[in-house]
């Protein structure tokens, strides 16, 4: 069991111990929990959460789509996480939001639609998929589950229960030997990581699928985004099919946890030099910069705790 120390839950701090839900939580027998991942970071100026309104404001966004009443507004979820991360002596944090259903009766349809909790874990996380693979990029592959379809349960919404589909992708990467698995749409083209938003490079272009192709709208991937034509370069959201994928120059995943992780090999094809190709190391070196200072943070991403 790992040690969370302290946890802001239902509007207190307390211990790890003191912070339990019943076993007749809906969240545990239907899936009803949305979340958040977001990164703290030691900056030159103190610890920063990055882009903290935007991931609660997407926790917000993700809780109305399945009715789910957040019982804190905007204001105390930002204090509680900015606390949580100072009460753990954190510099640098992943810290992790959640609203859950609780025990609000046994069937599908909650009884009371008010019986919700609120939590906000925090630990210290290094590089999510290795600092190899942040390096020199990570073997991944297309897996043999596809992502939700779109109009079955919305991939937009960061629900625990889309996690299912993760778990099999992850699963089925690391059986065949490879750090991510990536996932097809129903329709065939490229779709996201278990947990990553995808960017290829081809002929000077960056191309990322467009929110409509089964993902979760990326706040890293809009972050990339937004610093890649910072340098006026040619960003374009567009279907991506599987073989382009293999032809790229470059293909690198964004997210939270994997931040801006090239990827070496798919499906066993070597991609590009095989390593960290320029763009995605430009791209990385701009990231990372937002935290050490020698990009300028122009847009109030860097939340201070
Ligand atoms: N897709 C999925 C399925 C994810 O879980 C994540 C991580 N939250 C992402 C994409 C990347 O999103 P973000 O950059 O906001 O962390």
Known sequence: MVNYGKIWFNGEIRDESECTVSVASHALHYGTSVFEGIRGYKTPQGTAIFRLTDHLERMYFSASIYRMPVPYDLETLHQACRDTVRINELES???????????????VIPKDMNMVDTA???????????????????????????RLAPNTMPPGSKAGGNYLSSLLIGLEARERGCIEGIGLGVDGLLSE???????????ERIVTPPVSSSILAGITRDTV?????????????QSIAREQMYAADEIFMTGTAAEVTPVSQLDHI????????????????????????????????????
């Not at 985004?225 to 959201?237: I, W």
Request: include cysteine; charge should be neutral; hydrophobic fraction near 40%.
């Open 225 to 237: 985004t937004t610093l890649a034509k910072e340098r006026g370069l040619e960003v374009v959201e």
């Open 193 to 203: 990581g278990a947990g990553e938003n995808i960017f290829i490079v081809e002929k």
């Open 120 to 146: 906000i874990i925090t630990t210290a996380w290094g590089a999510y998929l290795g600092e190899d693979g942040l390096k020199n990029g990570i073997k991944a592959c297309i897996t043999s589950w596809n």
């Open 270 to 305: 070597v991609i590009g030099n095989g390593g960290c190709g320029p763009v995605t190391k430009q791209l990385q070196n701009d990231f990372f910069g937002l935290f050490n200072g020698s990009t300028k943070d122009r847009w109030g991403w860097l939340e201070y705790v």
């Open 93 to 107: 944090a992943y810290i992790r939001p959640i609203v859950l259903r609780g025990n609000c009766g046994i069937g």
